[in-house]
């Protein structure tokens, strides 16, 4: 609230600013962001605050928006467990939550009837509220390799996951995910598949719970085993391995893959491609390098999939709730904006939230829900007593 003071200015008009609306946060989904880690230790996100109006009808600045990525197939549900949005495809883009608006300046209220008005419009609060965020994962890299051929023990070792690591087949009975970061602007996800056996693909042990994993990876990194494994060659796992995938999905066939033959450290099978330990380390890094070129170059060249938004519009208009104990609640943005904004405690800002809530129709609304003198009106976090016109 601000009035016009100059010299040889008796009488200066009201000249307030507006305040500057503050900032929104947006959920993004980033085909570089792969996972929801970032969330685990710092959970809560706040859009930036707008500046205050001043004299001489100078506006504050609004806040900037805030930008929080997110995988691609991350998933907005409310605490109750209904979807907000789908965020499936990069650039996809939902509103979590608006910035209050910025109140006005006392030379907004300037009228033939209010010469002079000595208050001004408080500042919106800003939405607030809990989300839970669920990733549909599509790994970048899967494991795929025979029981006990050493998937659990690479995982363990480039990421900071902890699958359950044993000398006996079938360790692993569900994926395990790892999250491997190499810089600030890089990470991807290695899954790790449970072990297939020959007729996976028709569904011997388990093999469609097991394939179905592999559906949705990038890149897939086939682990032979150097070791003596049931008298199988690595030429010979290989072959057995690309077969059980094309018979699963022939698409897989044309998926972009590495061959890699693992347990250096122990080998007993000659072998003459690339070789690596996971317990001694031994080719691990130049093997992560190659998979981060795979996987970029996969990143580029994937098909944009269907883009499948959730919008939960704000209510227009206002409608009125009648409560158990009989009190009625006023709903709709616009209403409780003219109470919120509106400094109660100074008359003439009482008397434009009246106005407002006129013109709104809120009175009519009230009496046709049934409201009678006495009644408790609820708009918000205020409470007033029901008086009907006239």
Same mark, same amino acid.
Do not use: C
């Given at each position: 609230?601000?009035?016009?003071?100059e010299?040889?200015?008796?009488?200066?008009?009201?000249?307030?600013?507006?305040?500057?609306?503050?900032g929104?946060?947006?959920v993004?989904?980033?085909?570089?962001?792969?996972?929801?880690?970032?969330?685990q230790?710092?959970?809560?996100?706040?859009?930036?605050?707008?500046?205050?109006?001043?004299?001489?009808?100078?506006?504050?600045k609004?806040?900037?928006?805030?930008?929080?990525?997110?995988?691609?197939?991350?998933?907005?549900?409310?605490?109750?467990g209904?979807?907000?949005?789908?965020?499936?495809?990069?650039?996809?883009?939902?509103?979590?939550?608006?910035?209050?608006?910025?109140?006005?300046?006392?030379?907004?209220?300037?009228?033939?009837?209010?010469?002079?008005p000595? %208050?001004?419009?408080?500042?919106?609060?800003?939405?607030?509220?809990?989300?839970?965020?669920? $990733?549909?994962?599509?790994?970048?890299?899967?494991l795929?390799?025979?029981?006990?051929?050493?998937?659990?023990?690479?995982?363990?070792?480039?990421?900071?996951?902890k699958?359950?690591?044993?000398?006996y087949?079938?360790?692993? $009975?569900?994926?395990?995910?790892?999250?491997?970061r190499?810089?600030?602007? %890089?990470?991807?996800?290695?899954?790790?598949?449970?072990?297939?056996?020959?007729?996976?693909?028709?569904?011997?042990?388990?093999?469609?719970?097991?394939?179905?994993h592999?559906?949705?990876?990038?890149?897939?990194?086939i682990?032979?085993?150097?070791?003596?494994?049931?008298?199988?060659t690595?030429?010979?796992?290989?072959?057995?391995?690309?077969?059980e995938?094309?018979?699963?999905d022939?698409?897989?066939?044309?998926?972009?893959?590495?061959v890699?033959?693992?347990?250096?450290?122990?080998?007993?099978?000659?072998?003459?491609?690339?070789?690596?330990s996971?317990?001694?380390?031994?080719?691990?890094?130049?093997l992560?390098?190659?998979?981060?070129?795979?996987?970029?170059?996969?990143?580029?060249?994937?098909?944009?999939p269907?883009?499948?938004?959730?919008?939960?519009?704000?209510?227009e208009?206002?409608?009125?709730?009648?409560?158990?104990?009989?009190? %009625?609640?006023? $709903?709709?943005?616009?209403? $409780?904006?003219?109470?919120?904004?509106?400094?109660?405690?100074?008359?003439?800002?009482?008397?434009?939230?009246?106005?407002r809530?006129?013109?709104?129709?809120?009175p009519?609304?009230?009496?046709?829900?049934?409201?009678?003198e006495?009644?408790?009106v609820?708009?918000?976090?205020?409470?007033?007593?029901?008086?009907?016109?006239?």
């Amino acid at each position: 609230m601000s009035f016009r003071r100059e010299a040889h200015v008796a009488r200066g008009g009201p000249d307030g600013g507006d305040g500057g609306t503050g900032g929104d946060v947006w959920v993004v989904a980033d085909r570089n962001v792969s996972s929801l880690l970032a969330f685990q230790d710092f959970p809560f996100r706040r859009g930036a605050d707008g500046t205050h109006g001043q004299g001489k009808k100078k506006h504050g600045k609004n806040g900037e928006d805030l930008v929080v990525k997110v995988p691609e197939g991350t998933i907005v549900r409310d605490f109750d467990g209904e979807i907000l949005a789908d965020l499936v495809g990069a650039g996809d883009r939902w509103l979590a939550a608006a910035g209050g608006r910025g109140g006005r300046g006392n030379s907004r209220f300037l009228s033939n009837k209010r010469r002079a008005p000595a %208050f001004a419009e408080q500042a919106e609060i800003g939405e607030e509220r809990w989300l839970r965020l669920e $990733l549909k994962l599509m790994a970048d890299v899967a494991l795929v390799g025979f029981p006990n051929a050493g998937k659990s023990t690479l995982i363990s070792r480039v990421s900071a996951a902890k699958p359950k690591v044993a000398s006996y087949p079938f360790t692993t $009975l569900s994926p395990h995910l790892g999250v491997v970061r190499l810089d600030s602007d %890089f990470e991807m996800v290695i899954a790790d598949i449970p072990g297939l056996i020959e007729g996976a693909a028709t569904g011997k042990g388990l093999g469609h719970q097991f394939l179905r994993h592999v559906d949705r990876a990038r890149v897939l990194l086939i682990l032979v085993d150097l070791a003596e494994v049931e008298g199988r060659t690595p030429e010979t796992q290989e072959e057995i391995l690309i077969r059980e995938l094309t018979e699963y999905d022939a698409n897989l066939s044309n998926r972009p893959r590495m061959v890699v033959g693992t347990k250096s450290d122990v080998a007993s099978l000659a072998w003459s491609g690339s070789t690596i330990s996971s317990v001694t380390g031994q080719g691990v890094d130049a093997l992560i390098g190659q998979l981060r070129q795979l996987v970029e170059k996969a990143r580029t060249s994937d098909d944009q999939p269907t883009q499948y938004v959730v919008h939960r519009p704000a209510l227009e208009g206002i409608e009125v709730v009648r409560h158990d104990n009989g009190s %009625f609640e006023v $709903l709709g943005r616009q209403a $409780l904006r003219a109470v919120a904004l509106s400094d109660l405690t100074n008359v003439d800002a009482m008397s434009h939230a009246q106005e407002r809530l006129t013109q709104l129709r809120v009175p009519r609304a009230l009496a046709r829900a049934g409201a009678v003198e006495g009644d408790v009106v609820i708009i918000g976090t205020f409470q007033f007593e029901y008086e009907p016109d006239g």
